[in-house]
């Protein structure tokens, strides 16, 4: 649609082959371009929400893989700490 509004605007215009500031268009295609710029600015809307949306919980999973790991960690020392007790209890001395 672009294309023709393009094609149009240089048949339809007094076009020197130099650049010009203004130009005349139909009404049907001023109307169709400005509801492709709103349709343009309502999408780079959700673009910016899904980025927001994108980055918080990119953040979430990072605390939670943060959270997840030291509970593994700590399962693993209090399992060490378990093992040791329990050697000690059998009398085997560690250095």
């Not at 919980?57 to 329990?86: F, G, M, P, S, T």
Request: hydrophobic letters at 35%; aromatic letters at 10%; charged letters at 35%.
């Amino acid at each position: 649609m672009i294309k023709n509004i393009d094609e149009r605007i240089i048949a339809e215009s007094f076009h020197t082959g130099h650049e010009v500031d203004v130009v005349t268009i139909q009404k049907s295609d001023y109307e169709h371009l400005k509801e492709q710029a709103e349709r343009v600015q309502g999408l780079e809307n959700h673009l910016k929400l899904y980025e927001f949306c994108y980055r918080q919980a990119y953040e979430q999973n990072k605390r939670y893989r943060e959270v997840i790991k030291k509970a593994i960690d700590d399962l693993e020392n209090e399992c060490l700490w378990y093992a040791l007790e329990a050697l000690k209890a059998l009398g085997v001395e560690s250095e």
